[in-house]
T-cell receptor
Framework: GQQLNQSPQSMFIQEGEDVSMNCTSS?????WLWYKQDPGEGPVLLIA?????ELTSNGRLTAQFGITRKDSFLNISASIPSDVGIYFC?????????????FGQGTRLTINP | DGGITQSPKYLFRKEGQNVTLSCEQN?????MYWYRQDPGQGLRLIYY???????QKGDIAEGYSVSREKKESFPLTVTSAQKNPTAFYLC????????????????FGDGTRLSIL
């Protein structure tokens, strides 16, 4: 089945540092999504990418849809304490006539003040 | 405000008992989804529904059942056949494949944490 490999699994950084995480797959996706999840809550959409090569920013967050359509990265610049949480990538592809969302395992971000 | 409401926030199940998790959305979305999240893992799809009165099995449907009698509602029943039900359950919705906006992202509720007594 389709799988997404998300890395790193966890990050421990100092406040103010930049963060980079990525997802790769052997499958081709038509959409890439990045979500953030706080403890005990549902994932919240951060950025959606719809075209290969697309580079999109949302404040301090920047994400890119890889040219091969098999990967995506998310960068966070100048991290702040509220960036703590788990970040998930998700790729969408069509399987048996229906759109299917495949999730990465998540990157847990911890920030030392 | 438009959104997805899951209830209850916490649920406890006894041995041999069926329990039902509620998911309601007022976003006028056609498609709704149920995911299971285990600690340190990504989300796995249980069931999804693209339209009222129709639903499809996801990757881990065994031990679960759903219904879609109304556009706004997509309840999930965790049956006694599900031997390892302890998890965080997330409901999501989107405009769905049959919409001109079929590639729009899924939006999630705040989840229900199910535990075994």
């Amino acid at each position: 089945g389709q799988q997404l490999n998300q890395s790193p699994q966890s990050m421990f950084i100092q406040e103010g540092e930049d963060v980079s995480m990525n997802c790769t797959s052997s499958s081709i996706f038509n959409t890439w999504l990045w979500y953030k999840q706080d403890p005990g809550e549902g994932p919240v959409l951060l950025i959606a990418l719809y075209k290969a090569g697309e580079l999109t920013s949302n404040g301090r967050l920047t994400a890119q849809f890889g040219i091969t359509r098999k990967d995506s990265f998310l960068n966070i610049s100048a991290s702040i304490p509220s960036d703590v949480g788990i970040y998930f990538c998700a790729g969408r592809l069509r399987v048996q006539g229906a759109q299917k969302l495949v999730f990465g395992q998540g990157t847990r971000l911890t920030i030392n003040p | 405000d438009g959104g997805i409401t899951q209830s209850p926030k916490y649920l406890f199940r006894k041995e041999g008992q069926n329990v039902t998790l509620s998911c309601e959305q007022n976003l006028n979305h056609d498609a709704m989804y149920w995911y299971r999240q285990d600690p340190g893992q990504g989300l796995r799809l249980i069931y999804y529904s693209q339209i009222v009165n129709d639903f499809q099995k996801g990757d881990i449907a065994e031990g679960y059942s759903v219904s879609r009698e109304k556009k706004e509602s997509f309840p999930l029943t965790v049956t006694s056949a599900q031997k390892n039900p302890t998890a965080f359950y997330l409901c999501a919705s989107s405009m769905g494949d049959r919409s001109p906006y079929g590639n729009r992202p899924q939006h999630f509720g705040d989840g229900t944490r199910l535990s075994i007594l």
